[in-house]
T-cell receptor
Framework: AQSVAQPEDQVNVAEGNPLTVKCTYSVSGNPYLFWYVQYPNRGLQFLLKYITGDNLVKGSYGFEAEFNKSQTSFHLKKPSALVSDSALYFCAVRDPTNTGFQKLVFGTGTRLLVSP | KAGVTQTPRYLIKTRGQQVTLSCSPISGHRSVSWYQQTPGQGLQFLFEYFSETQRNKGNFPGRFSGRQFSNSRSEMNVSTLELGDSALYLC??????????????FGPGTRLTVT
């Protein structure tokens, strides 16, 4: 069964500094990986995905993520953090086999706090 | 395009009652999935519907059920509510991966409180 781990409950970074939110996954075969962000009292917003191709994927709001197959990681990054980036970030994996269909397995989430 | 809409946004119910939540997917999206979000268990998959058929189901008791209509709108029902059913219920829609799309788009959720 597929799983995702987000080892940090919270990440603190100063505005203007680069940020990294970590994610590792476990899945048989080639994974489909996603990052979502959740603001208070809101649903999840899609940021980016890795399906195949380049290991560095770019997404919304200046975020990018690097897929590393050997380390089974998919860390979310941004070169310069904004206070408005403060939110809850979720990494998710989808089983690429047919039986998984659209089911996403989510990590526990990482709270990002960007200080002015 | 309008996003995924969910109604109602907030609900307060009493133990033992039942509740129905509604989800309207993005126009053109035929797959609808439901997730439960709680502080203790995080985000958990409930079920997925496509073309009015349930394709996949998570590890939830039979009190949780759903359906999808011909216009792709979906409802989920929880019967005999328990305190532990208090959660944010999220609906997500997506196009079929065969068309090159894989991501799901989420609605704002329905916050259910069981007292």
């Amino acid at each position: 069964a597929q799983s995702v781990a987000q080892p940090e409950d919270q990440v603190n970074v100063a505005e203007g500094n680069p940020l990294t939110v970590k994610c590792t996954y476990s899945v048989s075969g080639n994974p489909y990986l996603f990052w979502y962000v959740q603001y208070p009292n809101r649903g999840l917003q899609f940021l980016l995905k890795y399906i195949t191709g380049d290991n560095l994927v770019k997404g919304s709001y200046g975020f990018e993520a690097e897929f590393n197959k050997s380390q089974t990681s998919f860390h979310l990054k941004k070169p310069s953090a904004l206070v408005s980036d403060s939110a809850l970030y979720f990494c998710a994996v989808r089983d690429p086999t047919n039986t998984g269909f659209q089911k996403l397995v989510f990590g526990t989430g990482t709270r990002l706090l960007v200080s002015p | 395009k309008a996003g995924v809409t969910q109604t109602p946004r907030y609900l307060i119910k009493t133990r033992g009652q039942q509740v129905t939540l509604s989800c309207s997917p993005i126009s053109g999206h035929r797959s609808v999935s439901w997730y439960q979000q709680t502080p203790g268990q995080g985000l958990q998959f409930l079920f997925e519907y496509f073309s009015e058929t349930q394709r996949n189901k998570g590890n939830f008791p039979g009190r949780f059920s759903g359906r999808q209509f011909s216009n792709s709108r979906s409802e989920m029902n929880v019967s005999t509510l328990e305190l532990g059913d208090s959660a944010l219920y999220l609906c997500a829609s997506s196009q079929e991966p065969g068309q090159g799309f894989y991501e799901q788009y989420f609605g704002p959720g329905t916050r259910l409180t069981v007292t």
